[in-house]
């Protein structure tokens, strides 16, 4: 809907300015793409070249070949799946049962529920490395997922759609029938997967960018995520090598990217209608 | 379904449950093969994995760094002590930290959560660190009896590294000392002698200004390395020192402390040297005339760049031979097992051997403390200019020093903070390390 | 587990209590659906979330480093320390500052092109798409393309300055550029975000107030400024806030970028605690520190809701 109508140089000096952001956004993306195709003399002669005299591709070798990038990436997707289907598998059904099961306690335990959505995550940090390095499971793949299983926001988000179906649905399988796994799995779920999806999308992609819990519990280098290995990567191995440094970033966030402009349609319909809410 | 199960009510449902969720079910199957996924990982990429260790040989863990710099000697001395004694298997766990302090803290957290290191590898300036946290076995007592250890096959002065209060606790790996590095061709340019590198800290300003104006940047002091390794050997070849053994006289901030931190600020201020941390990188690029770093990078740096790299003694404050401090490390042992102490001790005296000493004088700037390793290389390489002056250095070097307490990284910090902001003007030297000093007192 | 069956519909009532009161619609049902619903995830948020922050305010009155000796109670001390400390004042002072500057940057800039956006036609979800990219890129990896891009010898801001005839800057080596460094590179990553909120606010305002004000000669100025502006506020405040709790817990940005500045220049709260936590293991006095965040949060939530309520009654 149209907010203001524009006119003449107010609309040239307007598209202008999209247009400049437009630009300083994509730099990065572009200079890191340009860089990773450079050979590293190159790279090192002064003034601003925008293309590579010749394209190689002996950054990337170097970086599949002397590093652990498949390894992270690897990494990052079991972390990523993992921690996303445990949420799942948790929060659905206590979403479900806080919106449509009246039972003792329930609104008090949702409250504490939303309280945990009120701690930054650095307070915990301290304490579950402590406890995880007591159990001997720092360093390991359930110290980088089951942290986050516990997801009050996946609850929160998820009650709040349930609670948007008219109960009818419900009532009307309930009559037919069905136990409550049967109308969570068969009623609610189907309707659920627009919301299910903007969550996972959410989910993924914190989990995924997340630097600081891999590097405070992780510490050998193949077990890292793909943002700690790239960092790892950019600061040991490759520190002088700027070429390849970069081919590594653009490996990191290609999976990301690649998927969000996928789904970007969907994505904006449903993920952001249920911040406002 | 009623009809074929019949009975009790509940057992029709549980039943019915499971003839009808199979869908559910078919998804719960789904999610279990993808856990199954995680546990497949190890064998998916067999070629990091060193966990899954068998056995029957005595375990030796072994906490250290993962970079590719220091796997390409130690991986070799690995292969070939466990060639040597097949009883003993070393297990590596492999720290991705940025330097020997951060190392230090991952391997005494090693022992807080319950999976202690055996051996570590500890740089020569945390070995009082790692003492004092009472988890290091002096090796004395072992060693006295043992015939096949001979001290004096080793250098002194890196035995000495490893001596804290009378008592041996640390085996050196490899050490290396500062020194100069420079790019011929930009002497060419800049109208300087290649064979005869400056040797005084004045001659090296004359130096950095001649390259300046062939459009290089002249110097960099390698200020920003790992426990203010370039600091300390400024100070010790000014005849000062950083602090008593026992810190409780802390000297950086004397006169020599401003002395070598006001050269660097001049040497800045003219514009003769980039204040920057990525030290190899801005020689190798080409752009830098002079470099002052360890002989660590003797292979590395010349490798990487495309122009003559030519070696030579750091210069001092009045040219004398310069007083180098050892940079590097070493073994310690940690483990209280009587049993496996043993067989940690047999792989701690391979390291001193000649033999391993080839290995990591092959594979890494750093030299062996088996004087043996080191003649032989002498003799190997006697057209090697470059190697020679490394070697040469490899006697006289001092202790790196080491604070006591438990806050050295905290202390390393504030030092190379305080060297920072100095160099970049934000506060006088003499200010600096006022503050630095009231600082570190406090903390001790 | 959680898929058990309790469909106690048509039974006789087998007693009183919790039994009657657990309910689905109307009806009664066995309460160990509710039970075992919820139990896995209270179990999970007890133990990694509301455990730890128990244990944080314990660790915070404990003199306690990791590694080396016992810990003892101190009581306040990690916090006297902490507030007298320089290195608290000027993270505190470091977080303020970014956070303030990226979330006025961020919330102005996405407003900004919220407005022209929302009135186009075609495009909109192409330049939406284009503008969020950055918020999806992962910011570790972004932070070291953009050092790269401000390396005082081999970045491409300086090959520009040089090729322009002007002198290098030493970006991430003065404190000044360092700050503006980070600030840029959070905005750079968080305008998308805001710009998307503003959208979806926009999209709650009725199209017939901005049409009835037309059509009784409102001008453009007078269209912005007394109708669209207040209705728009609620969503401003809101995304403020969501890009100040965000600039907030940055964490990667200036780890990687300046990992807390020349000396300690853009070290903010969350790098700090970082260093003492897990750098240099002062476990209990990192813990003062965490607590001391966790308030200071709280103290924005809070003021939010104050001016959210403000707005509200406006």
């Known amino acids: 809907m149209k907010l203001k109508t524009r006119y003449g140089t107010a609309q040239r000096v307007s598209d202008l300015l999209i247009l400049s952001v437009a630009l300083v956004t994509v730099f990065p993306f572009y200079w890191m793409l340009v860089t990773s195709f450079k050979p590293a003399p190159e790279i090192f002669l002064p003034g601003v070249r925008l293309l590579p005299i010749q394209p190689v591709i002996e950054n990337y070798k170097e970086v599949f070949l002397n590093s652990l990038i498949l390894r992270y990436l690897w990494n990052g997707a079991v972390v990523v799946s993992l921690t996303l289907l445990f949420q799942l598998l948790l929060t659905i059904p206590a979403a479900f049962a806080f919106a449509r099961i009246r039972f003792p306690l329930r609104d008090k335990l949702f409250v504490l529920i939303i309280a945990a959505l009120v701690f930054p995550r650095f307070i915990a940090a301290i304490p579950n490395f402590l406890m995880l390095s007591a159990l001997r499971l720092n360093n390991t793949y359930f110290s980088l997922i089951f942290p986050f299983v516990g997801s009050a926001y996946g609850v929160f988000l998820f009650r709040q759609f349930f609670k948007s179906i008219p109960q009818s649905y419900f009532d009307a399988a309930f009559i037919d029938g069905c136990t409550i796994p049967q109308i969570l799995y068969h009623v609610a779920i189907p309707f659920a997967l627009p919301v299910i999806g903007s969550y996972s999308i959410i989910s993924v992609l914190t989990h995924w960018n997340d630097l600081f819990w891999p590097l405070v519990i992780i510490h050998t280098n193949k077990k890292l995520t793909p943002p700690a290995g790239v960092v790892h990567f950019a600061s040991g191995e490759g520190a002088n090598n700027y070429g390849a440094i970069m081919a590594a970033a653009v490996i990191i966030i290609l999976p990301l990217i690649v998927m969000y402009v996928a789904g970007r349609k969907k994505f904006f319909e449903n993920a952001l209608d249920l911040q406002l809410k | 379904m009623a009809s074929i199960v019949g009975g009790k009510p509940e057992r029709r449902a549980a039943l019915e449950f499971f003839f009808q969720e199979v869908t559910m079910r078919a998804f719960f199957i789904k999610s279990c093969l993808v856990a199954l996924l995680t546990m497949v990982t190890p064998w998916v ?74 051996v570590g590898q500890t740089g020569y300036t945390l070995v009082r660190t790692m003492v004092e946290s009472g988890k290091a076995i002096a ?293 600096g390390l006022n503050q630095a000093a009231e600082k570190i007192k406090k903390l001790l | 587990m959680f898929f058990k069956v309790g469909n106690n519909v048509g039974k006789p009532s087998a007693g009183a209590g919790v039994r009657s009161r657990v309910q689905f619609g109307g009806a009664r049902i066995s309460p160990v659906v509710p039970f075992v619903s919820i139990t896995p995830v209270l179990l999970f948020i007890g133990i990694f979330i509301f455990l730890p922050v128990g244990y944080s305010f314990l660790l915070s009155i404990q003199d306690y480093r990791l590694g080396f000796s016992t810990s003892k109670f101190i009581g306040l001390d990690n916090y006297v320390e902490l507030f007298h400390s320089d290195k608290f004042g000027n993270a505190l002072k470091n977080s303020l500052i970014a956070s303030t500057a990226t979330s006025f940057f961020s919330a102005g800039i996405g407003l900004f092109l919220a407005l022209q956006l929302s009135s186009l036609r075609k495009g909109k979800l192409f330049y939406q798409t284009v503008f969020f990219i950055p918020v999806t890129a992962t910011m570790a990896a ?22 322009l005839g002007l002198g290098k800057v030493s970006w991430l080596q003065l404190d000044a550029t360092a700050m503006m460094a980070v600030i840029l590179l959070s905005v750079w990553s968080s305008f998308g975000y805001a710009l998307v909120l503003f959208l979806a606010g926009f999209a709650g305002i009725p199209r017939s107030i901005i049409e009835a004000a037309t059509i009784d000669g409102a001008g453009y100025a007078d269209r912005f400024w007394k109708i669209i502006l207040p209705l728009i506020s609620p969503t401003t405040i809101f995304v403020f806030v969501v890009m100040t709790v965000r600039a907030l817990e940055n964490f990667d940005a200036i780890r990687v970028l300046t990992d807390g500045g020349p000396a300690t220049a853009t070290q903010t709260l969350s790098h700090l605690l970082y260093q003492e936590g897990f750098l240099f293991f002062r476990t209990g006095f990192a813990s003062a520190i965490a607590i001391v965040f966790f308030l200071l949060s709280m103290a924005i939530s809070k003021i939010q809701l104050i001016a959210e309520r403000w707005v509200h009654y406006e």
């Not at chain 2, 040989?57 to 710099?69: G, I």
């Not at chain 2, 297990?91 to 022992?111: C, D």
């Not at chain 3, 972004?142 to 090729?163: D, S, Y």
């Open chain 2, 45 to 118: 990429f067999p070629a990091g994995t060193k966990e899954q260790a068998p056995s029957k040989p005595a375990v030796v863990t072994f906490h250290r760094f993962s970079t590719a710099a220091h796997q390409a000697y130690i991986l070799p001395l690995i292969a070939a002590f466990e060639k040597k004694h097949p009883e003993v298997k070393i297990e590596s766990v492999e720290h991705s930290v940025p330097g020997y302090e951060a190392l230090a803290q991952k391997i005494l957290l090693s022992f807080a959560s319950g999976s202690p290191a055996d």
């Open chain 3, 142 to 163: 972004m932070a070291i393309v953009w050092r790269f891009i401000f390396h005082t010898e081999f970045g491409v801001m300086n090959a520009l300055l040089l090729q």
């Open chain 2, 139 to 431: 090796l004395d007592e072992t060693l006295k009896g043992d015939a096949s250890f001979d001290r004096n096959a080793l250098y002194k002065s890196m035995m000495d590294l490893g001596t804290v209060d009378g008592k041996l606790y640390m085996l050196p790996l490899g050490t290396s000392t500062p020194i100069m590095y420079y790019n011929v061709d930009a002497f060419k340019k800049a109208g300087l002698d290649p064979q005869k590198p400056p040797k005084t800290w004045v001659e090296l300003k004359t130096a950095a200004r001649k390259l300046k104006e062939a459009g290089y940047e002249g110097v960099l002091w390698g200020w920003s390395i790992t426990g203010n390794w370039i600091f300390q050997t400024m100070l010790e070849n000014l005849g000062g020192r950083i602090a008593s053994p026992d810190a409780k006289s802390v000297d950086f901030a004397g006169p020599e402390g401003e002395k070598a931190l006001s050269y660097i600020r001049e040497l800045v201020e003219e514009g003769l040297m980039p204040v920057t941390k990525d030290l190899v990188a801005t020689f190798t690029s080409g752009k830098l005339g002079i470099l002052i770093e360890s002989t660590f990078q003797r292979v590395a740096i010349p490798q990487k760049s495309s122009f003559e790299v030519r070696l030579a003694p750091i210069p001092t404050p009045n040219g004398d031979t310069p007083k180098v401090v050892a940079g590097g490390n070493g073994v310690m042992m940690h483990t209280q097992d009587k049993k496996l102490q043993k067989e940690t001790l047999k792989f701690m005296k391979y390291i001193v051997t000649e033999e391993a000493g080839f290995i990591v004088a092959e594979n890494s700037g750093y030299l062996p403390a088996a004087r043996g390793a080191v003649a032989t290389l002498r003799k190997k390489y006697p057209d090697d200019r470059n190697y020679s002056i490394v070697l040469d250095q490899i006697e006289r070097v001092t202790p790196w020093f080491s604070w006591p307490g438990k806050y050295g990284t905290e202390i390393q910090k504030i030092l190379m903070d305080m060297q920072e902001s100095v160099f970049l003007g934000k506060i006088s030297p003499r200010d």
